[in-house]
């Protein structure tokens, strides 16, 4: 048979597609993923050796979720948690870098775990759907806890959702048609809202409420009596809280000109997270950092609730006669493949003349910035110095407000969601602070 010039074209094309997909989609070096399936949950075990931290996503058909995880010399380990799962079904599971392009991927893997029954002695009586009642539902640190009772039903199907990941899971009565128990959000962050879902098995909504994940923040540690920031005063200053509120006020103090607040924050581009908790958290952590230094330290805000105004955010540090402010932020913008650590000095504000005169200030921004992407690795890094910030603008000591990655950018959103990263982006700041302080004469 004769194959014509067309058809032959054709073939070659086809197979070039298939070599690319290949390419895509088959690891390189050997690479692979391998899954253990365990009663609701599934263990993830790979080689990555050129990745810190990579991207996860799972899904079946009741269950998915999102997380980073970080590898130990390039082996990583994780867990997949399935609570929905109780039947043979298709488990999807791709790793990608943080910027988003596949590393690895599995989707051939079947779930069959050993699902509970319903409890003998039960059975449904034909009752309307009703409501679930004297319902008790809260959202925890280990997730949603739940006790309600629907009188006449032995199963309800429970489902809860936040950004991060989803869960469907048929649960069964107990006693008295009473239902209790947890439902683990292990890959939800801190702060987001959760829905969360009773239906009966044919979906009709029994119950439905919206909770907020709560924070977790570390202790406040011990200031050090000795260490390398002894007798330096630093006030961190977290950018926005959780609600705005509208304010316009003098620029600078030798300025006649004002600044309003701009409503609305940074949100991830991938976490959906928003800014000031993100400021919070890391803040927290670069609190303990310098505390262990021995350096004192006062926190502008320590909730997400608590506002401060424009020019608050200078005379709390200014009243305190702190050494330095750091005033941290997230980044945005609409070109989501801009990176790096942007700080920001004060340029014409007589305060700020006071301080340092332009070129100073400038080294002392660069200073902060060097030590900050010494310990974060990020690179690509700016100090600029306007007049656009009142609490830079009216402080009376040196002040720098950092922004500290892009929340538009899908890496820099991934890293700064995650304790490792941001431990880094604190300790990479005291570094920053240690040598100030080393300039500024206040150290040996």
């Not at 006449?152 to 936040?162: E, F, L, N």
């Not at 262990?292 to 997400?304: H, K, S, W």
């Not at 890496?411 to 300790?427: G, H, T, V």
């Amino acid at each position: 048979m004769e194959i014509g010039v067309l058809s032959v074209k054709k073939i070659c094309i086809l197979l070039l597609c298939l070599v690319l997909l290949l390419s895509v989609f088959t690891p390189a070096n050997g690479e692979s993923l391998t899954v253990k399936v365990e009663p609701h949950r599934a263990l993830l075990s790979f080689d990555l050796a050129d990745r810190e931290a990579v991207y996860v996503t799972y899904k079946t058909a009741s269950d998915n979720g999102e997380f980073v995880i970080y590898g130990q010399d390039g082996h990583f380990e994780a867990v997949c948690e399935l609570p929905g799962t109780d039947k043979a079904v298709k488990l999807n599971v791709v790793v990608y870098s943080l910027g988003g392009k596949v590393l690895l991927k599995q989707d051939t893997v079947t779930v069959v775990p050993k699902g509970e029954g319903p409890v003998s002695g039960l059975s449904y009586q034909g009752r309307p759907a009703g409501s679930a009642r004297e319902a008790v539902i809260t959202a925890e640190l280990d997730g949603i806890h739940y006790r309600f009772t629907t009188p006449g039903r032995d199963t309800v199907v429970i489902k809860c959702k936040s950004p991060q990941e989803s869960h469907t899971v048929t649960i069964y009565a107990g006693e008295d048609y009473w239902y209790e128990g947890v439902i683990a959000m292990p890959y939800t962050y801190a702060d987001d809202k959760i829905t969360v879902m009773v239906t009966t098995p044919t979906t009709s909504t029994l119950y439905s409420g919206e909770f907020q994940m709560p924070t977790n923040f570390p202790p406040v540690a011990e200031q050090a009596a000795e260490g390398r920031l002894k007798g330096v005063k630093v006030c961190i200053d977290p950018g926005h809280q959780a609600k705005t509120q509208v304010e316009t006020v003098q620029l600078a103090p030798n300025m006649n000109k004002t600044a309003t607040t701009t409503v609305g924050m940074a949100k991830g581009v991938v976490t959906s997270r928003r800014e000031s908790i993100v400021v919070l958290e890391i803040a927290m952590k670069l609190r303990n950092v310098l505390l262990a230094e021995g350096a004192e330290v006062l926190m502008t805000r320590e909730t997400q609730d608590q506002f401060v105004g424009m020019l608050e955010r200078a005379e709390i540090p200014n009243e305190w006669g702190a050494d330095f402010v750091l005033r941290l932020h997230c980044n945005n913008r609409s070109n989501a493949s801009i990176q790096g650590i942007h700080i920001f000095c004060p340029y014409a504000s007589e305060y700020a003349a006071q301080v340092a005169d332009v070129d100073t200030y400038r080294e002392m921004g660069f200073t902060l910035l060097r030590a900050m992407e010494a310990v974060t690795g990020a690179s690509g890094g700016k100090c600029t110095l306007n007049d656009t910030y009142v609490g830079n603008n009216w402080s009376k000591m040196p002040s720098f407000l950092v922004e500290m990655g892009y929340m538009s950018n899908k890496e820099e959103d991934l890293l700064m969601a995650n304790e490792p990263y941001q431990k880094k982006l604190a300790e990479g700041m005291a570094e920053g602070i240690i040598q100030l302080s080393q300039m500024r004469g206040l150290i040996e």
